[in-house]
């Protein structure tokens, strides 16, 4: 195919964040979300396929998701690719559409993922904040930040990004001759696994890679098939051409075992668990020899994220931030606080706000818009966030002061948990959780110093962390002594709630590969640039001047 003629340097419109809405009693989105979720339930289960070179593909081999809140309630059957032809079938229909999609002018890319915001942000966006929130268990709020503000925010600012990295060139030229760099999609093709947290994690994961012209095989998580599967029809209905992103539901090791063998794989994009990402990573250097060019290994994976009060911070606002970041969305973040630190001094008055403001939590459906918390995702994840409830109640250096039961008799429900522990280096306080449960270690004033050098040192994580203090000079010291604890650091706010386009996310350690998801560092690894020289002035001696004979 012959690219299309580039007639015009074009202008990208105003990159903004999509303004969130509220839900408040009487609103009319409040109205629509309603409508949607009542919608979504009535047309459950859903059936959703496999899809590859644009073609609905049904195997038979159904799995189920359901909701977390009600776990009788199947919300979508879905066609899992178990047979191996499959996932070849996939990978060749991608490498095919390659060639075409690579040669599309940059603009019509951007233009793609352009309307898919808009779609999501108007047309679809209470069908897909109503099936990420009964499938994967999001209030109101969390479901708005997520699959509708955050995800239409990474389409659009990705955008913008790209012409950033397209704009950066050399800085100067030789006389008679004129340099450029292209940035040239890899060779190959993408493998994107995505987590369930996160609907708009998952539009990135995909979306990213093919605004940069790159071919996709995309596995979405088993617990948010059926959000992941509407942002692949509304990339569809924006205009992306099929073969591009192929939509793969299935086995993730066997997955991984084939896509892994193929000569033409050329990056994981990948968020989830560090042990998984590990082994992953593990497979990908067993296979070295067999690649055509080195595979670029994005993840971003697990935390052990931090709050950390001086003596001088605002208690009760601490104390409030810290609700929010250890308790929305159940926990279920990878930037959620699971562990915090606070000064003698303080700990009455911080226990007495933290206390009273938990009181006011309450743990219901998704339908209630007044619960604050709802289901953890599954079974696994219950079972797991209890074990570590139990361990806690059982250890004789911790203590459940909130909290501490729970119920999964019809959802996945936990009651946020606080623990105080005598030991900050028990269980709760190194191991990540990933549900609704902080731990406190409660520290003498005067080992300040030494309680930050004890956070830099536990654990092997390194995503977020907060410190929340009046005091400058302390702010100072924590920062600058807590540099490689936390890609993502606060200064007297919350460790979760990174912004599109205002704090890029991601962290290093055991945390990831800290490529920044939501900036332009991101889409630098789905490219691989080509240094042009082009000399207009032909030369009429191989001879330099200082050859010449005197």
Known sequence: MNPAPQLAIVKLPDIVNEPMLHYAPGSTERRLLQEALQEIRSQAPYEVPIVIDGEEIKTGHIEEQRVACDHQVVLCRYHNATDPKLVTRAIDGALRAKEAWEAMPVYDRTAIMLRAADLLATKYRYKVMAATMLGQGKNAWQAEIDAAAEACDFLRFNCKFAQEVYAHQPAANTPGTWNHVEYRPLEGFVFAVSPFNFTAIAANLCGAPALMGNVVVWKPSPAATLSNYFIYEILVEAGLPAGVIQFVPGPAAEMAQQVFAHPDFAALHFTGSTHVFKGLWKTIAQNIDSYRSYPRIVGETGGKNFHLIHNSAPVRSTALQTIRAAFEYQGQKCSACSRCYVPASRWPEFKTHLLAEHAKITVGDVNDFSHFMTAV??????????????????????????????????????????????????????????????????????????????????????????????????????????????????????????????????????????????????????????????????????????????
């Open 377 to 550: 995702i599954n079974q696994v994840a219950f079972d797991k966030i209890k074990g570590f409830i139990e361990h806690a109640r059982s250890a004789s250096d911790c203590e459940i002061i909130a909290g501490g039961t729970y119920d999964d008799s019809k959802g996945y429900f936990i009651q946020p948990t606080v623990i105080v522990t005598t030991n900050p280096h028990t269980k709760t306080m190194v191991e990540e959780i990933f549900g609704p449960v902080v731990t406190i270690y409660v520290y003498p004033d005067a080992e300040w110093q030494s309680t930050i050098q004890m956070i830099n040192e536990t654990g092997t994580y390194g995503l977020t962390g907060a410190v929340f203090a009046n005091d400058r000079q302390a702010v100072v010291y924590a920062t600058n002594k807590l540099r490689n604890t936390a890609g993502n650091f606060y200064i007297n706010d919350k460790c979760t709630g990174a912004v599109v386009g205002q704090q890029s996310f991601g962290g290093a350690r055991n945390s990831g590969t800290n490529d920044k998801a939501g900036s332009s560092n991101l889409l630098y690894r789905f490219v691989s640039p080509r240094s042009v020289k082009e000399t207009f002035v032909p030369i009429e001696d191989f001879m330099y001047p200082h050859n010449l004979k005197d």
